[in-house]
């Protein structure tokens, strides 16, 4: 099993509604990873979870907040966003916290619009 | 950091010729190189890798070729077919702490029927 997988794969939200999207993988990676990806652009790096906790962030704006409950799931909670944050939102694994050395694996993303 | 450029940012090509994508790297001490494709409305799909230990890696209609003297890697699709239409990323570990990526911009392949 070489999946991430992420819920929703669609999501409409207000500007003052408060959202999650969800990234679980089984593959005992111990990385994980948030990305944002605007349309014709390559991913951008938001977060990196390594070992469960929060190693890398990316002067991501606070209304932006990852979580990382365990090993397999990744959440990331959105209040307050702006139309400007609509964007493919990617989670990612590696099988360790050095992308040197371990092939990272993507989910199908998270299609967010802000309205 | 790492910077990572890539080219053609378009290429069409039709469907049972070759297709060639190349990228550029600046740091020497980068020793792994991904490739991605993605498809529409999805995530991008590891497609083929090379570590700087090996010169050419083969998968099938894929390969990737690395001088690292030059610090350039590219993408060899051969007889390539309609559903090979995708864009497809580049990439390098960034240096600074080895936890990340640095994508190049992209290339959008069409074959053509």
């Known amino acids: 099993d070489t999946e991430v997988t992420q819920t929703p794969k669609h999501l409409v939200m207000g500007m003052t509604n408060k959202k999650s999207l969800k990234c679980e993988q089984h593959m005992g990676h111990r990385a994980m990873y948030w990305y944002k990806q605007k349309a014709k652009k390559p991913p951008e790096l938001m977060f990196v979870?390594?070992?469960?906790?929060?190693?890398i962030n990316e002067s991501v704006p606070s209304r932006f907040s990852p979580e990382c409950p365990n090993s397999s799931l990744l959440n990331l909670h959105l209040h307050a966003l702006q139309p400007e944050d609509s964007a493919l939102y990617l989670c990612?694994?590696?099988?360790?916290?050095?992308?040197?050395?371990?092939?990272?694996?993507f989910g199908q993303g998270t299609r967010l619009t802000v309205v | 950091g790492e910077n990572v450029e890539q080219h053609p940012s378009t290429l069409s090509v039709q469907e049972g010729d070759s297709a060639v994508i190349k990228c550029t790297y600046s740091?020497?001490?980068?020793?792994?190189f991904p490739w991605y494709k993605q498809e529409l409305g999805k995530g991008p799909q590891l497609i083929i890798d090379?570590?700087?230990?090996?010169g050419e890696k083969k998968d099938q209609r894929i390969a990737v070729t690395l001088n690292k003297t030059a610090k350039h890697f590219s993408l060899h699709i051969t007889e390539t077919q309609p559903e090979d239409s995708a864009v497809y990323f580049c990439?390098?570990?960034?240096?600074?702490?080895?936890?990340?990526?640095?994508f190049g911009p992209g290339t959008r392949l069409s074959v053509l029927p």
């Open positions: 090379i570590r700087s230990n090996v």
């Open positions: 979870y390594s070992y469960e906790k929060l190693s």
């Open positions: 740091d020497s001490a980068s020793n792994y």
């Open positions: 990439a390098a570990p960034d240096p600074g702490d080895g936890q990340n990526f640095v």
């Open positions: 990612a694994s590696s099988l360790l916290p050095t992308v040197a050395n371990t092939e990272a694996f």
